[in-house]
């Protein structure tokens, strides 16, 4: 389990596989395991050395309650990709994650030689912006909602309609959700991650090539956002893959790895 000093806090990561690096950035709240089921064995397969760590906030990863700034993660993933001689490597980011890939991207391209968005937005609107106050207010509040009802309003708003209606399924997905860990004060200082400012403008400036995969259910982060990111992105691919919600690359991993893979492979210049 290596812990590295990286940017002013340790930071835990594992590599896998050998070839191209590939680094994973997780969303709010996600840990680098939930990369191993699928994403990890695809990438591997496919002839890349994949490197997936805790952001800052989740353990064994300084926990920082204190708080901190997308800056903050953008730094840690720079370090780390120096750390471990990565650079330059592909970068995928899904949701917070993709946040930070993209300001990376934006930011140390020399670092990044092909980066993928997924599930992500270039400004907060109005209902996005309701989400992420009501959700900093409930933590704030020092509420516990019942693991059971926790886990459904999180089916609710993270999996598509497909998965809800599939029996086994969703109760696969409940009893994961109901056994997950609490936030705690690190994921409190993630939240704040949420509240965008207007991006878009700033990433016309984006020369790496890169590719967004929206999910047409996604309630968190809707296409038309993700579509919006590639829009202001000089050549940049859009990818709606169907049948998913926020959690896409979990609910059809077999469509959306070959998605990356494909686009991983498909040389260093957009288009």
């Not at 840690?76 to 990376?104: K, N, R």
């Not at 999996?159 to 860990?181: C, G, K, M, N």
């Not at 993630?190 to 996604?218: H, N």
Request: a negative charge.
């Amino acid at each position: 389990m290596p812990v590295v000093p990286v940017n002013g806090i340790q930071l835990h990561y594992e590599e896998y596989g050998a070839g191209d690096p590939v680094v994973l950035i997780q969303g709010t709240g996600g840990g680098h395991q939930v990369w191993r089921l699928h994403q990890v064995p695809a990438l591997t397969a496919a002839g890349h050395r994949v490197i997936v760590f805790d952001n800052r906030g989740i353990p064994p990863t300084s926990v920082c309650a204190g708080g901190f700034t997308v800056d903050d993660l953008v730094g840690d993933v720079a370090g780390l990709i120096e750390h471990v001689g990565a650079g330059p490597c592909h970068v995928v980011g899904t949701s917070m994650g993709a946040f930070v890939a993209q300001e990376l991207a934006l930011r140390r391209p020399e670092l990044v030689r092909r980066a993928v968005f997924m599930a992500t937005r270039g400004r907060t609107d109005r209902l996005r912006a309701e989400l992420t106050r009501a959700e900093i207010e409930l933590h704030d509040a020092g509420i516990t909602l019942p693991p059971r009802y926790a886990a459904v309003v999180r089916a609710l708003k993270s999996l598509s309609p497909r998965t809800l209606d599939d029996e086994r399924q969703v109760a696969d997905w409940l009893e994961l959700f109901e056994f997950s860990p609490a936030a705690g004060p690190g994921q409190r200082a993630q939240m704040e991650i949420s509240r965008l400012s207007d991006r878009r403008p700033a990433y016309a400036g984006i020369t790496v090539p890169c590719q967004v995969i929206a999910f047409a259910d996604d309630l968190i982060t809707p296409p038309h956002l993700g579509r919006e990111v590639a829009g202001a992105i000089a050549g940049a691919r859009f990818e709606l893959i169907t049948g998913c919600g926020h959690y896409g690359y979990l609910e059809d991993p077999e469509t959306v790895n070959k998605c990356i893979v494909d686009f991983l492979a498909a040389g260093d210049r957009p288009g």
